[in-house]
Nanobody, 122 residues
């Protein structure tokens, strides 16, 4: 069973930055699309960003485009989400996920991490 382990969450003031990391347990993830999703209390899980296996193609939700950057280092087997200019509405549990398709739909992601809490204070 492939495991995804996120790290880097925490508490930050509005306007601040955080970088999330995700490390899959198997190196075969270099061939898989990786995505980030988030879920706020009382809301459904929503897509944040994804990156192709090569790292050349990225896609963002409108709510984070221009503020968040997804990247991957296949040599280190790690995916990152750099979050800048954070807003209180970015507060959520952030999940790393892996898919064999370039998609924004959560149900097509077969692999999920346990989530990391990001809290942005106003």
């Amino acid at each position: 069973q492939v495991q995804l382990v996120e790290s880097g969450g925490g508490l930050v003031q509005a306007g601040g930055s955080l970088r999330l990391s995700c490390a899959p347990s198997e190196r075969t993830f270099s061939s898989i699309t990786m995505g980030w999703f988030r879920q706020a209390p009382g809301k459904e899980r929503e897509f944040v960003a994804r990156i192709s296996w090569s790292g050349y193609t990225t896609y963002y939700a409108d709510s984070v485009r221009g503020r968040f950057t997804i990247s991957r280092d296949n040599a280190k087997n790690t995916v990152y989400l750099q979050m800048n200019n954070l807003k209180p509405e970015d507060t959520a549990v952030y999940y790393c996920a892996g898919s064999r398709s370039e998609t924004v739909v959560a149900k097509y992601y077969a692999y999920w991490g346990q989530g990391t809490q990001v809290t942005v204070s106003s």
